[in-house]
Nanobody, 121 residues
Framework: QVRLVESGGGLVQAGGSLRLSCAAS????????MGWFRQAPGKEREFVAR????????VYADSVKGRFTISRDNAKNTVYLQMNSLKPEDTAVYYC??????????????WGQGTQVTVSS
């Protein structure tokens, strides 16, 4: 069974930074891409960033490119999202996700419980 647990959310002023973490259970973490998604009130969940299984390829949504950085530590079964220059429009619940199939960049089917990020203006 896959378990993903996010942490690191909170309240920050515009221009500030936060670092989200997502700890994954299981011994096959390094075989899977990982991603971050977010959902703002009244909106659908949207893609934020993705990192491939070994960490040498990353993809970002245009809205966060240059401000957010996704990374992973396979020895710790953890993926991170460093968020800098935060804006009020970044306010959302942030979810960690994992694809169902190993070594695939899409097909996310497992999710954490989410962590709230609130950016005040």
């Amino acid at each position: 069974q896959v378990r993903l647990v996010e942490s690191g959310g909170g309240l920050v002023q515009a221009g500030g930074s936060l670092r989200l973490s997502c700890a994954a259970s299981g011994r096959t973490f390094s075989s899977y891409a990982m991603g971050w998604f977010r959902q703002a009130p009244g909106k659908e969940r949207e893609f934020v960033a993705r990192i491939n299984w070994n960490g040498d390829s990353t993809v970002y949504a245009d809205s966060v490119k240059g401000r957010f950085t996704i990374s992973r530590d396979n020895a710790k079964n953890t993926v991170y999202l460093q968020m800098n220059s935060l804006k009020p429009e970044d306010t959302a619940v942030y979810y960690c996700g994992r694809p169902v199939v190993a070594f695939q960049d899409g097909g996310f089917g497992y999710w954490g419980q989410g962590t709230q990020v609130t950016v005040s203006s």
